[in-house]
């Protein structure tokens, strides 16, 4: 019998059709509420569903699932519950590697374009606000010699230092916040010497720009609350380019208005694709659309390795990314 995809959203480039050279494929004329998910992935008539960070993948849908795995078309996987996942012998594979620099690129975009205002320069520009070059027009913030502190030091962490490093920033780091892990000069290869570990306190009250890169878990959910944005800086800049929960996006809105801090440049939001209240009606921000891996390039691989992972899964084989190698054993 040929395998079996759902695919609940196209995806670009050679997905579908390596995915249609492996099997049939059922593609979802709209993104699936959660119970319509839920029944499509309790059919029996699929081995495996190609699923979006929307997709919510949780333990009741789980444990009435009769498919094989799940490919995740995205590097995070917090849409969906890992430990029901593998109790319940559903493989599930991710896309990591392939949008680490376009994601790095996103976070260098985002704390150049808080500090030096770009978003409230354009519009005055367009909305026919400029008369000329001005002393005090539009004033922003240093960034060379400036302290980036990054929250995580995985692979777009450290993307995003190779990049700050050249643009002078001094970077300082905290590997596992809010906990601490000691980080060994091998493990820091090419970045010894050049940037440095601090605990997870030393690093909010130091940074200009305080990056997140750390993974959405129950530890780092909240992981800047009010209490964090307080003992920031008053010109700190918080940049999130990982995902929304790990702020708690109505205290920022706070932080923001009472000038606690000077400014946040975000990708990801709280509650996507809604905004905390207030949010948007604040100057000192740069507001993008989920769009870190947003190249032609890097989507179209992101389409090819979850196909591969997809047909690995199908076929019985442990796909090249899997998350949860262990839920076959
Ligand atoms: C991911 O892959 O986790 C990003 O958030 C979307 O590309």
Not at 21 to 40: F, M, Q, R, W
Not at 69 to 95: C, K, P, R, W
Request: aromatic letters at 4%.
């Amino acid at each position: 019998m040929r395998s079996r995809y759902l695919v609940t959203t196209a995806i670009p480039g050679l997905g579908l059709p390596l995915l249609r050279e492996a099997g049939e494929v059922t593609i979802l004329p709209e993104a699936p509420d959660y119970e319509t998910l839920a029944a499509l992935c309790a059919s029996g008539d699929y081995d495996v569903v190609l699923t979006q960070l929307r997709d919510v993948i949780d333990a009741p849908l789980l444990a009435r699932a009769r498919i094989r795995g799940v490919s995740n078309f995205a590097v995070g996987y917090n849409n969906i519950d890992l430990d029901a996942a593998t109790t319940g012998g559903v493989m599930v594979a991710n896309t990591p590697g392939v949008l680490t620099d376009a994601t790095a690129d996103i976070a260098l975009l985002l704390i150049l374009g808080t500090a030096r205002r770009v978003v409230e320069a354009d519009r005055l520009v367009r909305e026919g606000r400029f008369k000329g070059w001005a002393p005090e027009l539009m004033l922003g913030s240093d960034v060379s010699g400036a302290v980036l502190g990054l929250a995580g030091f995985g692979r777009i962490a450290r993307a995003v230092a190779r990049r700050a490093i050249g643009f002078g920033l001094e970077v300082i780091f905290s590997p596992r916040p809010p906990g601490d892990r000691p980080v060994s000069n091998e493990e820091l290869g090419e970045f010894a010497g050049r940037v440095r570990q601090v605990p997870w306190d030393e690093l909010v009250k130091r940074s200009d720009f305080l990056s997140l890169h750390v993974p959405l878990t129950d530890r780092t959910r909240h992981l800047v609350d009010a209490a964090v944005l307080k003992r920031m800086k008053p010109e700190a800049i918080l940049i999130n380019t990982a995902r929304g929960p790990v702020v708690d996006e109505a205290a920022l809105v706070q932080a923001l208005a009472n000038g606690e801090i000077a400014g946040a440049g975000l990708d990801v939001f709280e509650d996507e694709p809604r905004l905390a209240v207030g949010l948007a009606d604040l100057p000192n921000t740069v507001l993008l659309p989920h769009i870190g891996s947003a190249t032609v390039a890097v989507r179209n691989e992101m389409a090819r390795l979850s196909a591969l992972n997809a047909i690995a899964i199908a076929e019985g084989r442990v796909p090249a990314h899997a998350v949860n190698p262990q839920s076959w054993t």
